[in-house]
């Protein structure tokens, strides 16, 4: 018997789900800090992954356009992405609360970038504490 011939059952998929604006906005206000409060808004507002938002550097923020140079996306691609109003607003808070020189967000260390683990982290203790469950960035 040949196993090719057997027919096999297709994996039916899943639409993703996804937050409403105002779920968005309570996880994002629940965020512990100001730095955490900020990555959330720029990955949501910008429609940044993890790994995009740990590698942005201060140069990769082009304030005078509002667009963000996002450098090796996935596919190992460059792309651009918008960056809004509020979030730029939100971008000059925390600049001048943290000061940050090579990295937009530094880790514990000012010339390493954070780290994609302590951003993961920061999110699920942001919708932990906003009492919404399910989905992930």
């Not at 450098?71 to 925390?94: F, P």
Request: proline share 4%; charged share 30%; net charge positive.
């Amino acid at each position: 018997m040949e196993v090719e011939n057997i027919p096999h059952q297709k994996k039916k998929k899943k639409l993703p789900t996804i937050f409403s604006v105002e779920e968005v906005s309570r996880i994002i206000n629940s965020a512990d800090n100001l730095k955490h409060r900020t990555i959330l808004m720029l990955a949501y507002s910008s429609d940044l992954r993890v790994g995009e938002i740990v590698s942005l550097k201060l140069t990769d923020i082009k304030r005078s356009i509002m667009r963000i140079s996002v450098r090796q996306a996935k596919g190992h691609k460059d792309r651009y992405a918008i960056l809004s109003d509020n979030c730029l607003k939100q971008l000059e808070k925390y600049w001048k609360a943290y000061r940050p020189e090579e990295w937009l967000f530094s880790g514990k260390k000012k010339d390493s970038p954070i780290s994609i683990r302590a951003v993961q982290h920061a999110y699920a203790s942001a919708k932990q504490k906003s009492g919404i469950s399910g989905v992930t960035p």
